[in-house]
């Protein structure tokens, strides 16, 4: 089955300043790759997503880059604001699979104002 | 407010209560799931429903025993659980077929087998 491996862990950055956070997958037929962000007390909630058809996807402060061939997938984070402090998770699926989404081991971003 | 609502938001049981967890879904959606978060773990996916149907069941204990009496609502029987049951278990609906789509999560059930 799909593995889905995440780093760093945690992660510290200064207001301001930008955040990468990194996934490889294990197998080459998945094709559907969301983050999802989870705040204290809330469940995991959609940030981005990308497909497996373009290399880069980018909305307002926050972007997903995905190389296929090396199996990997990154979220990058610009000019970070305190409110970005949470949790952040990447996951793969297969059109096939439904939504059954293989989770990375999350990150926890802390943003120091 | 994502459209996915579960109940209780907390639950302590003992190891040889019955219990149930409830999750309702407003968005319209024909698939849910249950996920379980445990700390440093990342998180499982339990159960699949596709159209009220169970079509996953990723080697979960038979102390957890989900329901799906229609497409909008999803349960989880729990029985004689053990502490390591502890964690946080999360209900999402999506629309199955065709492309993937988001899927929706709620805030979780926490809970505390003693």
């Known amino acids: 089955g799909e593995n889905v491996e995440q780093h760093p862990s945690t992660l510290s950055v200064q207001e301001g300043d930008s955040a990468v956070i990194k996934c490889t997958y294990s197998d080459s037929a998945s094709n559907y790759f969301p983050w999802y962000k989870q705040e204290l007390g809330k469940g995991p909630q959609l940030i981005i997503d990308i497909r497996s058809n373009v290399g880069e996807k980018k909305d307002q402060r926050i972007a997903v880059t995905l190389n296929k061939t090396a199996k990997h997938f990154s979220l990058h984070i610009t000019e970070t604001q305190p409110e970005d402090s949470a949790v952040y998770f990447c996951a793969a699926s297969m059109n096939n699979a439904g939504n059954m989404l293989t989770f990375g081991g999350g990150t926890r971003l802390m943003v120091k104002p | 407010e994502t459209g996915v609502t579960q109940t209780p938001r907390h639950l302590v049981m003992g190891m040889t209560n019955k219990k149930s967890l409830k999750c309702e879904q407003h968005?319209?959606?024909?698939?849910m799931y249950w996920y379980k978060q445990s700390a440093k773990k990342p998180l499982e996916l339990m159960f699949v429903?596709?159209?009220?149907?169970?079509?996953e069941n990723n080697s979960v204990p038979s102390r957890f025993s989900p329901e799906c009496p229609n497409s909008s609502h999803l349960f989880l029987h729990l029985h004689t659980l053990q502490p390591e049951d502890s964690a946080l278990y999360l209900c999402?609906?999506?629309?199955?077929?065709?492309?993937?789509?988001?899927?929706?999560f709620g805030q979780g059930t926490r809970l505390t087998v003693v």
């Open positions: 429903y596709n159209f009220k149907e169970q079509t």
């Open positions: 968005l319209g959606h024909n698939a």
């Open positions: 999402a609906s999506s629309q199955s077929g065709g492309l993937n789509t988001e899927a929706f």
